[in-house]
């Protein structure tokens, strides 16, 4: 905190100065450096996500834009993960639809994720768990559609090709 606190110092004192880029992305990283895993509440990594894409902004024709934005994008990734989690925590104790409202948070907020298709996979699975078969074939879809290659995908098609082969279990 002490660090960010002398950046902004700097940024307020000297906003027209050449290096006032070095220190928005030093507020940046601070607050990167304050997120927690993604167990944790988030306030700080949505801060520092905040914070890094007025760098990029700010100072697009600069290298601190460069390194700001690929911060942000990791964490992204961790609020994506958070979501998932969340998702995995509902999942693994039944409550199907707060499962579902979460896997479709990571697909439709963080669809560049690694956790995209899992969530998508996640829903179809809820949603079949729940007798939602339309919305689980529309889950199923999207999957095959957006991530094609992806291990959720291959996991899917063989659940897809078991359920075909016998009844459901």
Known sequence: ???RSEYTRFIDRYAAHPRSSE???GVCKSLAGLAPNPNRDQGYTQEAITSCRN???DFAENTASTEAARISNELRHTLAEKEYLNGEFY???SLW???VKYYEF???LYPESD???PALLGVYRANREIGYDDLAEEARDVLLQRYPDSEAAAELSAEVASETDG???
Request: cysteine-free; overall charge positive.
């Open 1 to 3: 905190l002490t660090a």
């Open 23 to 25: 220190a928005s992305l």
């Open 55 to 57: 760098v990029v902004i």
């Open 91 to 93: 999942f693994r104790r």
């Open 97 to 99: 639809d707060a499962a």
């Open 106 to 108: 990571v697909a439709n």
């Open 115 to 117: 956790f995209a298709a």
């Open 167 to 169: 009844p459901r279990g």
